[in-house]
């Protein structure tokens, strides 16, 4: 059922890297807006002519070629870029030379025949003509009618391989085929690779990037950027070829620098969450070219998403819907937001304002969706789910929400084809693997969760949830020394859950290799002290609670520390073994020596016993049962709205809840909401 890993490595069965060495980060691969605020590079004038002549140009030549994304993009930074009259040097003021080989991309003039045949075709692509188009530009060799051909082409195989896959509920391996147009548009590029321009070269990074062969797309996608850098079409294809932070810093080296290079770093952080050395910097140097600018607003926002700080990225998310109030742009990581803080009402309103603008954009499915699992109406979610995926071929995050969703309805079989769809389309996000790695948990297979498990840790170090799941899984397998290992090593991520100790107590209080009472003690504290500094739910961790303080009364009643005993016993008064603990501490000090730790007291029974006692007999009267214990429903726990998303039995052994954070927001099995899946380290970003 696994598939083999990309890469193998002797050190792990998953041929992931051994995720217990944690290697500490470098200060400048931790960005983080606590730390000292770095000085902007002043923007020059010449900065300044260039970044406008480079944008109007690219926003020409992306809309005549059909990439209306990069001319959307290019045009909204140029309606940002504060006008300055001192910037708008006459050329032949400014390094003509310069200006043209930085800014420009020298084109030959086409013949008229030509021109207007190119101009018809692009017409033929505006109403979905894409063959019609390419049949009209066969006869022609100059580059702008060989990349409409390719794109063209391209296209139409995107469409076929969507149209195989629908009517569909789950697309399965046998139903999924390539685009059928591959083979002929790379033919047809390599026959005219001496007449390429930079939207060529484009085109063949993309058709390489399909192919799976990502050192051959980065290549062709950096050519593309070196004849031409304002096509931010090239800069998102060679993101998407980038899947780790070392190889971030080498494309960095290898493409011009300037404000097209520092939008790159700023763009793999919040979308992918690979940080580079640049970023910190690169942000503060955007600030000072665009210092009111919606997107850098918007790409705060996604980074803070990223980091798991969820209020200050809603505060950025609705400052930007305030200035971009019929935007749709990440709207699904909003909805995740709102979906992981339980504000409902907040997604609600959301959703609703997304239908208004448009129902079938797939970010507006991903909304109702959230919406709907908010209401624990999974078959409704499932349904919006899988039309975002038939919006979007590819779209890894649906596909993993989707994975929640079956896993919400206890269909493992078709948890696990959506997830291998999404680690298809994003091998690089941790939540395929965990998922992956969830839903053999739900069968019980534990050793096949393993695997995914170190897959999923390879990707994201320092993910404590990842870690606690690890280490149950070690747990049910036998393997204790590895699964406390796990757990000390979650401990260390920013992100610690205080279940973590609570875990490792337990490991030291029952694993007869690892037996240590005085350690079990010392981490069974650490959970009580963390788990009532965070306001914790005591019903929801009622068993949990009642386990550690039984376990730390009886151990400080062995050492002979009775006021440290009658600390914790208060809160298990109610109970049957509290009750029989106080009779034991009651006699323990009653036949205490002065002089040794037997014999009999000359105080008597202590003032403590006898206040408990007064307070038992006024909550229990005539002796009856008492109703000193906590509120808790015979034979029931109780389960607020989205426990089952908080996770009954996410980190497997423990009681329902067991894995979530004390007094955190909900969250999916998968953690698809409350964080991004991308390979960001445990830092802090810059701003």
């Not at 109030?325 to 907040?346: A, G, M, R, V, W």
Request: proline share 6%; charged share 25%; aromatic share 10%.
């Amino acid at each position: 059922m696994s598939r083999p890993p990309n890469t193998p490595l002797p050190n792990t069965p998953s041929g992931a890297p051994n995720p217990f060495a944690a290697t500490p980060l470098p200060p400048e691969s931790v960005p983080s807006p606590t730390r000292p605020k770095l000085a902007p590079v002043p923007p020059t004038h010449l900065d300044t002519s260039l970044l406008r002549i480079g944008l109007r140009d690219a926003a020409r030549k992306c809309s005549e070629r059909g990439l209306y994304n990069g001319a959307k993009w290019a045009l909204q930074q140029l309606t940002n870029l504060p006008v300055d009259n001192a910037s708008n040097y006459p050329l032949d003021i400014t390094s003509d030379s310069e200006l043209q080989k930085s800014a420009r991309e020298r084109e030959a003039p086409l013949p008229e025949a030509e021109d207007d045949a190119c101009n018809l075709a692009v017409q033929y692509f505006r109403l979905n003509e894409h063959r019609r188009a390419e049949w009209c530009l066969r006869k022609y060799t100059n580059p702008k009618a060989i990349f409409l051909r390719c794109y063209c082409m391209f296209l139409l195989g995107e469409r076929r391989k969507a149209e195989n896959v629908l009517g569909f509920e789950v697309s399965l391996q046998s139903h999924r085929k390539p685009n059928p147009e591959l083979r002929n548009v790379l033919v047809l590029l390599e026959e005219n690779e001496s007449n390429m321009d930079s939207f060529c070269w484009y085109m063949k990074g993309l058709v390489l990037l399909q192919l799976k062969l990502n050192e051959q797309a980065c290549a062709a996608f950096i050519k593309s950027i070196e004849r031409f850098q304002y096509n931010w079409s090239a800069w998102e294809g060679l993101g998407a070829a980038v899947d780790s932070s070392s190889n971030l810093n080498t494309v960095l080296a290898k493409v011009p620098p300037g404000y097209m290079r520092k939008f790159f770093s700023v763009y793999m952080m919040s979308e992918k969450g690979i940080s580079s050395t640049e970023y910190a910097q690169s942000m503060v140097d955007l600030a000072a070219m665009f210092p009111d600018n919606p997107y850098l607003t918007l790409q705060s926002a996604v980074a803070y998403y990223n980091q798991g700080k969820y209020r200050q990225a809603l505060d950025d998310f609705e400052d930007y819907r305030e200035r971009e109030p019929y935007s749709l742009e990440n709207t699904d990581t909003q909805s995740h937001i709102l979906f992981t803080l339980n504000q409902h009402e907040k997604l609600s309103v959301l959703a609703h304002e997304a239908v208004e603008l448009d129902r079938f954009k797939p970010e507006t499915c991903i909304a109702l969706g959230n919406y709907y699992s908010s209401r624990r109406d999974h078959y409704h979610a499932l349904q919006y789910f899988e039309r975002a995926t038939k919006l979007r071929p590819g779209f890894a995050e649906a596909f993993i929400l989707m994975g929640d969703e079956y896993l919400e309805l206890k269909n493992s079989n078709a948890a696990l084809e959506t997830y291998r769809r999404a680690a298809d389309a994003a091998p690089h996000d941790f939540r395929t693997w965990f998922g992956i790695a969830k839903a053999f948990d739900l069968l019980d297979m534990p050793d096949h969760s393993l695997p995914y498990y170190q897959k999923a840790v390879a990707c994201r170090p320092y993910q404590a949830q990842i870690w606690t799941s690890m280490g149950v899984c070690y747990e049910k397998v036998g393997k204790e020394q590895l699964a406390m290992m796990c757990y000390q090593r979650g401990l260390t991520c920013m992100d610690k859950d205080t279940i973590l100790y609570f875990r490792i107590a337990k490991l030291y209080d029952h694993s007869p290799r690892l037996r240590d009472k005085a350690q079990a003690a010392v981490f069974y504290k650490l959970w009580v002290e963390e788990f009532e500094a965070k306001n914790g739910d005591k019903e929801m961790y009622y068993e949990l609670w009642e386990e550690a303080h039984t376990f730390l009364t009886m151990f400080f009643k062995d050492k002979g520390k009775y006021a440290e005993a009658e600390v914790f016993l208060q809160e298990i008064l109610h109970t049957e073994r509290g009750k029989a603990l106080l009779r034991e501490l009651r006699a323990l000090k009653e036949n205490r020596d002065p002089g040794g730790r037997h014999g009999r007291s000359k105080l008597g029974t202590s003032s403590f016993s006898a206040n408990i006692l007064d307070q038992f007999n006024d909550h229990t009267p005539g002796g009856g049962p008492s109703t000193f214990r906590m509120a808790t429903p015979q034979g029931t726990t109780h389960h607020p709205p989205n426990s089952t998303r908080r996770g009954y039995g996410y980190f497997a052994s423990g009681p329902p809840g067991s894995n979530q954070r004390a007094g955190s927001a909900g969250a999916s099995r998968t953690g698809s909401r409350n964080t991004s899946g991308l390979s960001t380290p445990a830092g802090e970003d810059a701003r």
